[in-house]
């Protein structure tokens, strides 16, 4: 017996997926937004002379990057509740995951891009009488931030698609939907294409929206 292939039951799915899309927006927006600035806080740490700063930046990013995300959801959904005598939301947990998660990356991206300055930038913020934290902010990070765009584009887009392992914890975005729609006619070729596909815009999308970015930055120095 031949496959069918029905792609009536691709555009049925589009509305449902586009629902569990939003969610997965949402989560990859906010996400994103408190790893970076997580990520940028603990980056500034990793490169601070302080000993004791360093090395609490330094144990966060390697118990992140040392461990997987689905156990991260896992112990911020199910672990953080009976610690704390509360309920997470799953939502919550999400975005918390994701935050948590990318912020540890993100953090060694921003080191990184801090310690490519060359030092000479520094010696002449200050030779022109700026603090020391106006020459971070007016001198030193435009010039990381652009050199950050490339790997902080990468890092969005994983995040973005981890979001699809947040279904372990109920989370209705793309990935979730996709499989209640399955559960309930069976057509798993046409219902997991239609999911691969909105992945493929969202990335695809954000992927253009960083370049995009990346050239504006480029005309305006």
Request: with cysteine.
């Amino acid at each position: 017996m031949g496959f069918d292939f029905q792609y009536s039951v691709m555009w049925e799915s589009v509305p449902l997926l586009l629902s569990g899309a939003k969610l997965t927006i949402i989560i990859t927006v906010f996400g994103l937004v408190i790893g970076f600035l997580l990520g940028a806080i603990t980056g500034l740490m990793k490169i601070s002379r302080n000993w004791f700063v360093r090395k609490l930046a330094g144990l966060y990013i390697e118990c992140i990057r040392g461990t997987p995300i689905m156990v991260q959801v896992m112990f911020i959904y199910f672990g953080l509740p009976m610690a704390l005598g509360m309920r997470i939301p799953p939502m919550a947990a999400g975005i918390v995951a994701i935050a948590v998660n990318s912020g540890a990356y993100i953090a060694e991206i921003v080191r990184g891009a801090f310690q490519s300055i060359e030092k000479g930038q520094t010696e002449a913020g200050r030779s022109i009488g700026l603090s020391h934290l106006q020459t971070m902010y007016y001198v030193i990070w435009p010039q990381a931030l652009r050199r950050m765009i490339p790997p902080l584009g990468n890092q969005f887009i994983i995040s973005l698609k981890d979001t699809s392992l947040l279904v372990v914890v109920g989370v209705g975005e793309l990935t979730r939907t996709g499989q209640e729609i399955v559960a309930s006619n069976f057509r798993a070729f046409e219902v997991w294409l239609t999911v691969a596909l909105m992945y493929l815009v969202l990335t695809l999308s954000l992927s253009r929206l960083l370049h995009f970015l990346e050239k504006r930055m480029d005309i305006n120095t």
